[in-house]
């Protein structure tokens, strides 16, 4: 039944204008940003031919657009996310769907596992851009691998929020945001405590350290509990809506 209802969501999505747009804004960006960076590292390409233990293509290149890309999404995949069930109830489809005879982990999981679908696309023509450069130049693959699987977990994360059945476009964005820039206060006079705190929850903080190539346990469990718990607390309202109908 996940299944289903993931292409369902997916079909959905493509037949929505603004999955489209969002697509197009973004691939259109990732271009631009790819070129851009790919313009720096040929103009300075022969400075760093001199350089001992000099940083590569995928360093200078790839990692920066993932990590630019990061933030694109972040003010975007709002847009998608608040179609989970947030649109659903303002459309009054939530209650038909809440009475068909599956269980609200089903229908979270579904909805998450077609946006996530999307995400894949999105995710799979980006990295076309930096894969392209082998054919005329050596990739780091392990550390494209590492940018790709930190995207991908930032997305998971952004989709998990997002499915939350009370918060909106702007809440998701609000939330995201706050997430994303948390570990600044750091930078204030916070204490140590407070300053790990702050750092731990950041959004970003767990992101960079992957797009260059560091993988730990650590930020990937981040990813995976931020995840989890959201998708979670979703099934858990989508379960007490049940109960109201």
Request: glycine fraction near 6%; include cysteine; charge should be negative.
């Amino acid at each position: 039944m996940i299944r289903v209802i993931a292409a369902r969501e997916l079909k959905s999505l493509f037949l929505s204008p603004l999955a489209w747009a969002v697509l197009a804004v973004t691939q259109f960006l990732f271009a631009y940003m790819f070129l851009t960076q790919l313009e720096v590292y040929a103009r300075n390409q022969a400075r760093l031919a001199g350089l001992e233990s000099a940083p590569g293509v995928t360093e200078l290149v790839a990692a920066p657009l993932y990590s630019s890309a990061g933030v694109v999404l972040l003010l975007l995949a709002p847009l998608l996310t608040m179609r989970l069930i947030a649109e659903e109830r303002r459309n009054d489809t939530l209650t038909l769907l809440l009475s068909a005879p599956i269980n609200a982990t089903e229908i979270v999981l579904g909805k998450f596992a077609g946006l996530m679908s999307f995400f894949l696309l999105m995710i799979a023509m980006l990295t076309l851009m930096p894969l392209s450069l082998s054919a005329g130049t050596s990739l780091d693959f392990g550390q494209l691998g590492a940018c790709v699987l930190a995207l991908l977990m930032l997305l998971a994360a952004f989709s998990a929020l997002g499915a939350q059945p009370m918060v909106a476009g702007i809440g998701t964005f609000g939330a995201l945001l706050l997430l994303w820039i948390i570990d600044w206060a750091s930078t204030t006079g916070s204490s140590d405590k407070t300053s790990a705190l702050f750092g731990y929850l950041s959004l970003d903080h767990h992101y960079q350290p992957l797009l260059s190539g560091v993988f730990s346990s650590a930020d990937a469990g981040y990813f995976v509990l931020f995840t989890v718990m959201f998708l979670a607390l979703a099934v858990w309202r989508v379960d007490a809506d049940r109960l109201q109908i």
